[in-house]
């Protein structure tokens, strides 16, 4: 190889061209400076975010709407700091993320120098793992490791801090070797007398429900699903990650189970005698209280993750693999067997018909989020990618958007991080500069990282962001309502709330409002028409709707809260 | 509920302790005993985590997700020996240290040290024999112990 030396900082720069990093966010300081300077003359685009939760939220999206890595660069102390919500987020939602972080200098480690943070200890449980370099030689095997362990096996978030001295430190480049740790041997595929057992009970099975979530999107085994639904004739229901992962409008697809899922799919699980789960966990918001969910169901769990496997819920079978290979496999061990699910289909699809999903949208009345998400679905491409907050909002896209394809629903599922949604789309757009991404926010969550709209226009990034303005933290107030008697302590925006067309404006954005019914489809199409720079629609709509269907926190999924009457069920 | 001995073999990296020990803390398990020293595998390190936890396979797994981290054995209880040393000061008097030293040997530990007024014993054993000693020198008055954590193989091959 080359003789010549390279600081720590070329190195860093000079692995992310190895590793075909095209872009990166971020937000520079004092002790990732070094790293700055080479990167004025890289080929790779550097996005200025206004605030490191920001960038890592950015870089989330370009990951979780591309399935590939995304790049967030920060310097030590607060810069670091800010990462741990998008890191925490990232490794709830099993996104691939490298952070790469400034570090003081070696001697000065542990001396509470300026802007020192404990950034490895810090971040220890936010991360799928972390490093210290500690020389510069190491700096492209370690950032090639990290890659490949972001990306890998249940993918996460991995972060490298980098002392100062070793960014200045000059050696030369080290040719990485192929990565090989002796304690990550992820198992992609599954132990086929596993797969065997779990074709036997399919076989067997009257009222299976193919129960599957992010896990199949991280695999990209969309198209294996939707074999083996339809093959088979297996119903499925999709969690708040796995949206998109087999399509809505399918007769076989019941949409989202759960807290806030419909009535159908919720049902289906509690009536369901084999649960057919594949990269899902089980989380609370899907199974409310463990004990009464799917109580007259055999359970078949296959996920990449050992740990999750038994962590709720013990099932009957165990699968260890990649999503792909495990479809796959009970693709080929079921072929040629008839499963007799005709009736089991038609009773969920007199059910849905029973319960449908309901709103009503009054002529004169206020906005109604269902029904704008509806009007605005029907003008935009089939391939946008929606991009949303935590709170009611969510939950109303999550019902209502037809999703169709993989990645073109981002959202916070696990850690629910309001401010989320904004800096995600930016960094989805930047992974896709010609696709519709619509941020489809809430006001309160949008205040939280509302800056990174001055990122998007001064980068060029058209983005359309809908900010819900019901004047509150709609879900807290839902919560308020049903728990707390309508005492709305702290829910409420309205006493100060900003001209949100304005500051569109100001932040080099246009700015559009709608109030009514008929402002809908002709502030949608003239938002959507804006492609040079972002826009934003204020939609003001009903601060007094609540989200049905609910399921309370630790209740059981029998008992399903339909509208404002049936809460008397309480 | 019985004990659980995982015996964890790790990378000889730094922070490694610290990953086990937020991972077992972050997830609320207890640990009884843990200890933690080389190999005779270079760049090898051997945990050994006392737990008496029905969800111990959790932990495994959880364990098992770190990256440092290379196998997890739970050794089988029937087959494994186990071992623990202690050091241990007790107050010793004129009249007291002929019957101090005398217990402590009949109990296998060694008087390293004795002093007029103190003497050291060290032991190695199996940690029952270990909490006998301490109950033993206990009327007489112990001034420190220090217990080095249990470590366990598996008999055999
Ligand atoms: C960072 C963060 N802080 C607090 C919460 C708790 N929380 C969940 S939803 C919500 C309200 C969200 O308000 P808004 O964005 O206006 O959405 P809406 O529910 O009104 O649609 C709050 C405060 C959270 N999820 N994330
Ligand atoms: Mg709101």
Request: proline share 6%; with cysteine; charged share 20%.
């Amino acid at each position: 190889m080359s003789e010549e030396k390279l600081s720590g900082a070329e190195l860093v720069v000079r692995s992310l061209e190895y590793m075909n990093i095209s872009t990166i966010f971020g937000l520079p300081g004092g002790a990732i400076l070094p790293a700055y300077d080479p990167l004025y003359d890289s080929p790779i685009r550097h996005i200025l975010a206004r605030h490191e939760q920001g960038s890592g939220h950015m870089a989330e999206g370009y990951a979780q709407a591309t399935g590939e890595l995304g790049v967030v660069i920060a310097t030590s102390g607060p810069g670091a700091t800010n990462l741990i919500t998008p890191l925490t987020n990232a490794l709830m939602d099993s996104t691939p993320l490298l952070a790469i972080t400034g570090q003081v200098a070696s001697e000065a480690i542990g001396n509470d120098a300026f802007q020192e943070a404990y950034t490895v200890g810090l971040t220890m449980a936010a991360t799928k793992h972390n490093y210290l370099i500690t020389n510069a030689e190491e700096i492209p095997q370690i950032l090639l490791e990290a890659r490949h362990i972001a990306t890998t096996g249940r993918p996460g978030p991995v972060l490298v801090d980098i002392p100062k001295d070793i960014l200045n430190q000059k050696v030369e480049w080290i040719e990485p070797k192929l990565v090989d740790l002796p304690g990550y041997k992820p198992t992609l595929e599954p132990n086929p007398k596993m797969i065997n057992q779990a074709a036997d009970l399919i076989k067997k099975s009257e009222k299976p429900i193919l129960y599957v979530g992010g896990g199949i999107i991280h695999s990209k085994a969309n198209e294996e699903l939707f074999e083996l639904a339809t093959k088979f004739q297996i119903p499925v229901v999709t969690t708040l990650m796995g949206r998109g992962a087999f399509p809505d409008g399918n007769e076989l697809c019941f949409e989202m189970p759960g807290m806030h899922g419909n009535y159908t799919a919720t049902t289906s699980i509690q009536k369901s005698d084999l649960l057919i789960a594949i990269g899902v966990r089980f989380d609370d918001r899907v199974t409310a209280n463990p004990k009464f969910f799917a109580q007259n169901a055999k359970v078949i769990h296959a996920d990449i993750d050992p740990a999750e496997i038994g962590k709720i819920r013990e099932p009957e079978v165990p699968i260890v693999g990649d999503a792909k290979s495990v479809i796959t496999g009970l693709i080929e061990r079921l072929e040629g067997s008839d499963l007799k699910t005709t009736d089991w289909i038609n009773e969920l699809n007199q059910m849905k018909k029973d319960y449908p999903l309901s709103y009503i949208q009054e002529e004169k009345g206020p906005l109604k989020v269902p029904f704008v998400l509806e009007e605005l679905q029907k003008l935009s491409d089939e391939d946008a990618i929606v991009v949303s907050g935590v709170g009611q909002h969510q939950m109303w896209i999550s019902q209502h958007w037809n999703f169709t394809q993989p990645n073109t629903w981002l959202n916070s599922g696990g850690l629910g991080t309001m401010g989320y949604s904004l800096p995600a789309a930016i960094g989805a757009q930047a992974a896709y500069p010609d696709r519709q991404i619509l941020a489809l926010d809430g006001d309160g969550c949008f205040q939280m990282t509302c800056q990174e709209l001055i990122t998007a226009s001064t980068e060029n990034i058209p983005i359309k962001i809908v900010v819900f303005n019901n004047g509150n933290h709609g879900m807290v107030r839902q919560w308020q309502k049903i728990f707390y008697k309508n005492r709305f302590s702290a829910s409420e925006l309205t006493h100060h709330t900003p001209d949100y067309v304005a500051l569109a404006e100001s932040m080099g954005a246009t700015g559009l409002r709608m109030i009514e019914k008929s402002d809908v489809k002709k502030v949608f199409e003239k938002m959507l028409e804006i492609n040079d720079k972002p826009v934003l629609v204020e939609c003001i709509v009903d601060p007094e709707d609540m989200v049905f269907p609910m399921v309370p926190a630790g209740g059981s999924n029998d008992v399903v809260i339909l509208n404002e009457d049936d809460l008397k069920k309480l | 509920m019985s004990e659980r001995i995982l015996s964890v073999l790790v990378e000889d990296k730094p922070g490694v302790l610290a990953r086990v020990a937020s991972t077992i803390s972050r997830r609320g398990f207890n640990i009884n005993s843990l200890a933690v020293g080389p190999t005779n595998i270079q760049g090898r390190s051997k945990m050994t985590i006392v737990t008496e936890l029905e969800s111990v396979e959790q932990v495994k797994k959880q364990l098992n997700k770190l990256i440092n981290v290379i196998k997890i054995v739970e050794l089988d209880p029937e087959n494994t020996i186990e071992s623990e040393v202690l050091l241990l000061k007790v107050s010793i008097n004129k009249d007291t240290q002929t019957s101090v030293i005398e217990k402590a040997s009949l109990s296998g530990a060694k008087s390293v040290d004795v002093g007029s007024d103190y003497a050291v014993f060290e032991m190695t054993g199996a940690s029952k024999d270990l909490d006998k000693l301490e109950n033993l020198l206990k009327p007489f008055g112990i001034i420190e112990m220090i217990r080095g954590g249990r470590i366990a193989i598996q008999t055999k091959l």
